[in-house]
């Protein structure tokens, strides 16, 4: 297949090359070159009109759990409601899912049908059960959240379940904050543990923080990825955040801040936040009363409070900027943001948060795309980029994505996606 008339984003650091032609074949990319260059199609491969658009990676939504998406639906429902929830994230042009926790049954079964199914949907990568404190977050006191976690108070122990998940996962993820020694924090040696037996299987370690002590405590135990903005001690002072933004750079560990889910268990019930949503175009005024008739609308969110994440969310917003100019390798995932009109659609909120935070753009589409393709060491065959060899997911839009936020996260500026060389064009999408 040959797709012609496109402005080429690689998402790199290369500049855009402008009326190119590009060549998917097997599911994968096999050529990009500029319209100069251009080759007669040959075998009867069909040829695309891209419209004049701009053509960037396949979006990824690095933080989400489709399992808690999923946790209000009766047991027997839950697959099939995560694996049409794949089908919706691609409807959103979201290509690649990964999922942070979860029950793995869920997980690997949706994998199965998803592998089986006819009909397209988003890529998956997940990580299964987290290891977590006895009772830790997120499995608290409720039995029924069993499933989602290990709940370890043992080295030992954690490194040989550890070892074993790795087989059948693509990443391990732990939950590590809490007070230190309490019986719900992960043990320090476990979480040293439970990475080394990530890594001993070639497979990232990905730690939920809450305080900067625990960030730096996971970074000197190796974690490859950060997830949460820290809640600061000194809101007042970007020096935290300096210091931090040092160490994740220095160790190259990358940095998953969450903002969607900070900001909406901050405004959860607040008067003017919704419409807000409206007014930034993630929500209709019909979604406001689904929304509203939620158990949780205008609820107190379990261990986080309004305040503390009002505090958590101002802060990431003000320090993001200084963050990514000193190097950390930011990357987008949404949580689970409990007043958005349907998940899919929180990743690109996410997106345009990084970029109210003051992250250039290149910058934001970074860590929207390539970035989580590495942070869950996905560089080889579905990188997150377009370049020769990565999986075909991509994006076409109907205008720059480097001169305005609104061209990657309004969708009346998304003309199709690809997924695995799949199009799935809008013919009756104005040309760019
Ligand atoms: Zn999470």
Not at 9 to 21: F, H, L, M, R, V
Not at 293 to 318: E, K, L, N, T, V
Request: aromatic letters at 6%.
């Amino acid at each position: 297949m040959i797709i012609r008339n496109v402005t080429v984003i690689d998402g790199q650091e290369a500049a855009p090359i402008a009326d190119a032609e590009v060549v998917v074949t097997d599911g994968r990319f096999s050529a990009i070159r500029p319209a100069a260059d251009a080759r007669a199609a040959t075998g009867g491969a069909p040829v695309i009109d891209g419209r004049g658009g701009y053509l960037v990676p396949g979006l990824w939504e690095s933080h989400t759990h489709l399992g808690g998406h999923a946790y209000s639906k009766p047991e027997n429902e839950r697959v099939k409601y995560v694996s049409q929830l794949l089908t919706d994230f691609l409807s959103a042009e979201v290509t690649s899912v990964v999922d942070l926790g979860g029950p793995l049954e869920i997980e690997l079964a949706a994998r199965d049908y998803r592998d089986k199914a006819t009909d397209a949907a988003a890529g998956l990568f997940f990580a299964g059960p987290v290891f977590t404190g006895v009772e830790g977050w997120p499995v608290l006191d409720d039995p029924a959240r069993a499933p989602i976690a290990y709940q370890t108070d043992n080295a030992d122990v954690a490194y040989r379940q550890a070892l074993a998940l790795a087989d059948q996962v693509d990443f391990i993820k732990c939950i590590y904050d809490g007070e230190p020694g309490a019986p719900d924090k992960l043990p320090l040696d476990a979480l040293k543990a439970i990475v080394a037996a990530g890594h001993e299987k070639g497979k990232k370690v990905l730690v939920h923080v809450h305080e900067r002590i625990d960030l730096e405590e996971a970074v000197a135990f190796g974690a490859d990825g950060i997830e949460h903005a820290f809640q600061p001690q000194d809101p007042g002072s970007t020096a935290e955040a300096r210091d931090v933004a040092a160490l994740l750079a220095e160790t190259n560990t990358s940095y998953c801040p969450t903002l969607v889910t900070w900001e909406q268990i901050a405004h959860n019930g607040a008067a003017g936040y919704l419409q807000q949503l409206v007014d930034d175009g993630f929500a209709t005024h019909d979604d406001i009363p689904h929304i509203t008739s939620r158990p949780i609308y205008g609820r107190q969110f379990p261990r986080h409070s309004a305040q503390d994440s009002h505090i958590r969310f101002d802060y990431a917003m003000r320090t993001l900027a200084l963050m990514h100019d000193a190097g950390v390798k930011i990357t987008a995932g949404s949580d689970v943001a409990i007043l958005m009109p349907s998940p899919p659609i929180a990743l690109l909120r996410e997106l345009q948060l990084l970029a109210k935070a003051g992250l250039p753009l290149p910058a934001v589409l970074a860590a929207g795309t390539r970035h989580s393709a590495e942070k869950i060491g996905q560089q080889a065959t579905t990188p997150g980029t377009i370049t020769v060899g990565s999986t075909a997911d991509a994006l076409l839009l109907d205008a720059d994505p480097y001169v305005d936020i609104a061209h990657l996260v309004d969708r009346s500026h998304h003309i199709g996606t690809l997924r695995v060389g799949r199009p799935s064009w809008d013919e009756g999408h104005p040309r760019a």
